[in-house]
């Protein structure tokens, strides 16, 4: 690595930097469930420094230099980063008492080496959390995005859902995410299952399961549990050539969703049900 290289990496700024210049209030305008939540994803590239309304817009114009230079030189968006991000999401575990989490989050308590636990389901695996780190028990790869996402979970407090259901489009500040979500997920899951939706229902068992939903004039519909208080519909309608209907595919999601988790991680979570069923389980993007 040339020195140029190594002193960006060393004078790098980091989550907690940018953490320290948000209200720290946890106020969601951003769409992410805490401010350190946003810092990170601002950090990784993820989202727009311009998301959160109560940073001195006059501390942004440097920070911004430094972000748009950080992100060309692939700085933060390496594994470390991630590394960095999990350690400041182990901090946060640090100060919650996961006896009294458990039952909002659909958890169970665990003793490990470690100290307590929790034992979380996650689709169909089953995650061990401890303080120090996130392992799935049968012992398979939890990438560190899902690390993120699952101490996201843990650290947002989980709320019951409402049971009633809304598309993207209905929650607030999802206007960027509506476009990810579209180009990332139900477009690709269109294009694949049109004229196929009978493979559907033997793909979609591995991590979810089919629901009967005719009454909405729908082909085909699964419902995904990716953590107990966080189930995300997906709902196709296939092609009609004689009609001139292209296949159509459609997320929706609890109304209550955000009070649970934050939209990053929603659309990550939607696109590790699109990788599945589109077959590509360790493809990430």
Not at 204 to 216: A, R, T
């Amino acid at each position: 690595m040339d020195t140029e290289h190594r002193k960006k990496i060393e004078n790098r700024l980091t989550p907690l930097q940018l953490y320290k210049l948000t209200p720290r209030t946890n106020c969601r305008e951003c769409g992410f469930a805490t401010c350190l939540a946003f810092s990170t994803q601002v950090i990784v590239g993820q989202a727009s420094l311009d998301a959160c309304p109560y940073m001195d817009r006059s501390l942004l114009e440097p920070i911004r230099a430094q972000l748009a230079e950080q992100h060309e030189a692939g700085i933060g968006v390496s594994r470390e980063s991630f590394e960095k991000t999990l350690d400041f999401l182990r901090l946060e575990l640090e100060k919650w008492d996961f006896e009294k989490i458990r039952e909002s989050l659909g958890a169970r308590l665990i003793q490990k080496d470690e100290g307590p636990g929790l034992s979380i389901p996650y689709f169909k695996q089953t995650i061990a959390i401890t303080r120090k780190d996130v392992e799935d028990e049968s012992g398979a790869e939890v990438t560190p995005w899902e690390k993120i996402l699952i101490c996201n979970y843990v650290i947002g407090g989980a709320v019951e859902p409402s049971g009633s259901w809304v598309g993207m489009e209905s929650l607030p500040n999802s206007v960027s995410k509506i476009k990810s979500l579209k180009s990332h997920c139900e477009n690709p899951l269109a294009e694949h299952f049109a004229g196929r939706i009978s493979e559907l229902p033997s793909v979609v068992e591995q991590i979810g399961k089919p629901i009967d939903l005719s009454e909405e004039k729908v082909d085909f519909a699964a419902e995904f549990r990716v953590f107990p208080k966080l189930i995300i519909r997906v709902l196709w309608w296939d092609a009609d050539p004689s009609e001139g209907f292209q296949c159509r595919t459609k997320f929706l999601f609890d109304s209550r969703v955000l009070q649970t988790i934050d939209l990053e991680s929603l659309v990550f979570a939607s696109e590790r049900i699109t990788d599945h069923l589109l077959g590509r389980a360790n493809h990430h993007h």
